[in-house]
């Protein structure tokens, strides 16, 4: 009863009635299958987004960076990093303030390898790629997605710490002086508005994209060939997840589209790891993020930080291709 | 009454600035809009998470786009 309602099982009825009984579509044959896809799996997204984004939005109310800052002052070392990658992933920023954040972190005499993993493992693990993930592979591939983008952030930032690159920091970021604000403290109700005002936000940015997402991966779900797929980029296939990594870094789309058709294409035979690294290189290598980076870091520290994020990211993928099996 | 906008011109503080100024519309008041785009400048006010609005070098808020509604609080 409880699996009925939480897995959406009272949705697919609803839309299979809506497909064969209004639309008068067989759901056994293709069009039906598609238009029942479609319509299901954009409803289920939008549920589940407001529900979650709602959630994670009001729980990260009480981790400005400011507050971040200050705890992570508090943790040398591997715990350092551990606690960098975890707060990465509960400390809301946008893309802008990365800058911001990461000299401010420099100031506080924060390790530069703590820093990174806040900042590798920020962009990767975001709620709305969360929840789509789990919309459209379930718990266990979702939360293993955060487990692997916390890895990758803390143990690419134990390298970046251990290579001892802190000249690599251009020299204005050490002269700047702050004083710490108090951040201001939200009522309750007022973090209640700001969690409704962030799902009503992040929908409106990617709404299109996840329509137009959706619609191509009703099409792949029913009409791309399966054998072609799983040739050129199925499981098997190391060099596929290095294509999809490398394919990933200067897209400038808008990832939320990229994880419904990633949906349809494992269905297809596509690699679960070589779509996931894909996705992952979509965020974690931004190309805006890396333009923002520059401004703080010098380019060999960048270059280091795109291989060893690189790496780690096609390293995740040859993991879930290998675990694909017994995950979904 | 000054008000500044610190943001390295993204989207969201764009959208700060668009509020502000529909806002000093709305009450029918005058104001200089600042936008203050460089990181030490931002710095200096403790911010770490932009867009953030500053009215009369006070910090109001730090890290969202505050409403028409809320930035009329503020001038009122």
Redesign the interface.
């Known amino acids: 009863m409880f699996g009925y309602i939480f897995n959406f099982g009272w949705l697919n009825d609803l839309v299979r009635f809506l497909v064969e009984n209004i639309f008068k579509l067989s759901m056994e044959k293709h069009i039906g299958s598609a238009v029942h896809f479609f319509i299901y799996d954009t409803i289920k997204i939008l549920i589940l987004l407001s529900v979650m984004i709602f959630a994670i939005s009001y729980a990260r109310s009480f981790f400005?960076?400011?507050k971040t800052?200050k705890i992570l002052t508090k943790f040398q070392g591997v715990k350092g990093n551990i606690m960098g990658s975890i707060l990465g992933i509960v400390t809301?920023?946008?893309?802008?303030?990365s800058?911001?954040?990461f000299?401010?972190f420099v100031?506080a005499h924060i390790p530069l390898g703590v820093t990174f993993s806040f900042l590798i493992t920020s962009p990767m693990v975001n709620e709305a790629a969360f929840v789509i993930l789990l919309s459209a592979f379930g718990f266990k591939v979702a939360f293993l997605y955060v487990l692997t983008g916390m890895l990758v952030g803390i143990i690419g930032g134990m390298i970046i710490g251990a290579m001892k690159l802190e000249n690599q920091v251009q020299e204005?970021v050490y002269e700047?002086?702050?004083?710490?604000?108090e951040?201001?403290q939200p009522t309750n109700r007022e973090r209640a508005k700001?969690a409704l005002?962030d799902v009503i936000?992040i929908i409106k940015k990617i709404w299109l994209y996840l329509i137009i997402g959706i619609a191509i991966g009703a099409l792949i779900h029913n009409w791309a060939p399966e054998d072609l797929l799983t040739k050129y980029a199925g499981p098997n296939n190391p060099f596929a997840v290095i294509v999809g990594v490398i394919f990933g870094i200067p897209l400038y789309a808008n990832v939320m589209g990229t994880i419904p058709i990633a949906q349809a294409l494992i269905a297809k035979g596509v690699g679960l790891g070589t779509a996931l690294a894909f996705m992952m290189a979509t965020i974690a290598l931004s190309v805006p993020s890396i333009i923002?980076l520059k401004?703080?870091v010098k380019q060999k520290l960048i270059n280091i930080f795109v291989l060893i994020t690189g790496i780690g990211i096609i390293l995740v993928g040859y993991l879930f291709n290998i675990l694909g099996g017994f995950l979904i | 009454m000054i008000i500044k906008v610190l943001g390295s011109g993204c989207s969201n503080c764009k959208k700060v600035v668009a509020n502000v100024e529909v806002a000093l519309t709305e009450l029918n008041l005058e104001a200089s809009v600042e936008k203050v785009e460089n990181f030490k400048d931002i710095m200096a006010y403790g911010v770490m998470s932009t867009p953030a609005l500053v009215i009369d070098e006070k910090v109001l808020v730090s890290g969202r786009i505050p409403s028409v509604e809320d930035i009329k609080k503020f001038l009122g």
């Open positions: 400005p960076p400011e800052k809301p920023f946008c893309s802008c303030s800058v911001p954040i000299i401010g100031e204005y700047i002086k702050s004083h710490g604000i951040s201001y700001y005002d936000s923002l401004k703080v």
